[in-house]
């Protein structure tokens, strides 16, 4: 089972950035793809970005993100970020990093995932 840890969540204003770390143990983090979703009270989780497992890191995002996120990783430090710009509140959500097989990577939540504890972020004035 893998274990991830998020990081990285706080509050900031609309227009302001955060940067978020989801980080897994184990020596085996550099062949899975890693998806960031959210969810905010009373919605849905959704996909946000992921990245693929490969030395390529092909990546994806949501239409709601393109251009302000930016997701990366570093398989020596077990860890993938997201870069987050811009923020809006609309932003806000609990992040969740989670793992899979997939390739390259998808932004769709299935059974394959294992999942995070969650970092909380909040985009208010």
């Known amino acids: 089972q893998r274990h991830l840890v998020e990081s990285g969540g706080g509050e900031v204003q609309p227009g302001g950035s955060l940067r978020l770390s989801c980080t897994a143990s184990g020596s085996t983090f550099y062949q899975y793809a890693i998806t960031w979703f959210r969810q905010a009270p009373g919605k849905e989780r959704e996909g946000v970005s992921c990245i693929s497992s490969n030395n390529a890191g092909t990546t994806d995002y949501a239409d709601s993100v393109k251009g302000r996120f930016t997701i990366s990783r570093d398989n020596a430090k077990n860890t993938v970020y997201l870069e987050m710009n811009n923020l809006k509140p609309e932003d806000t959500a609990i992040y969740y990093c989670?793992?899979?097989?997939?390739?390259?990577?998808?932004?769709?939540?299935?059974?394959?995932?294992?999942w995070g504890q969650g970092t909380q972020v909040t985009v208010s004035s």
């Open positions: 989670a793992s899979d097989l997939s390739f390259p990577c998808t932004l769709i939540p299935s059974r394959g995932f294992s």
